[in-house]
């Protein structure tokens, strides 16, 4: 065989493993009952929790708690199952927040009650859409 060859499979096998490796650390949207049993059952991986912030009949978020030192906050947030639930955020509100269309928390139970988001992300309105 060519060294071009061997070069080739060896560069093709690299690739399977990486590709087999990123697999497995893969986390798909679940609610937030799914992520509880996960818990309970000694499971801590982090999952993608997707929903939108709490909001009261006015249509303004409610639930939004800065801490003292405005470093970390807390805010209720609703799964697309309906479920309620209490998440914690140890970063700054991040800016357009409360203007956010849906939220994606990545984390996991550390109490019963408490879902603890590593990382945020947020589908914001877009700039280009009409208003009407």
């Given at each position: 065989?060519?060294?071009?060859?061997?070069l080739g499979i060896g560069v093709?096998?690299?690739?399977?493993?990486?590709?087999?490796?990123?697999?497995?650390?893969a986390s798909t949207y679940e609610s937030?009952?799914?992520?509880r049993t996960m818990?309970?059952?000694g499971n801590d991986k982090a999952i993608?929790?997707?929903?939108?912030?709490?909001?009261n009949t006015t249509g303004n978020v409610v639930g939004i708690e800065v801490g003292e030192d405005k470093t970390?906050?807390?805010?209720m947030m609703v799964d697309n199952d309906g479920v309620e639930q209490k998440v914690f955020y140890?970063?700054?509100v991040p800016a357009d927040f409360h203007r956010s269309e849906q939220v994606v928390v990545i984390?996991?139970?550390?109490?019963?009650?408490?879902?603890?988001?590593d990382k945020i992300l947020m589908k914001c309105p877009s700039k280009y859409q009409e208003e009407v």
């Open positions: 065989m060519k060294k071009g060859h061997i093709i096998a690299i690739a399977i493993v990486i590709i087999i490796t990123m697999m497995g650390s937030f009952n799914t992520a818990a309970i059952n993608h929790v997707v929903g939108e912030l709490k909001k970390s906050f807390h805010f140890n970063e700054p984390g996991s139970y550390k109490r019963d009650d408490l879902f603890v988001a």
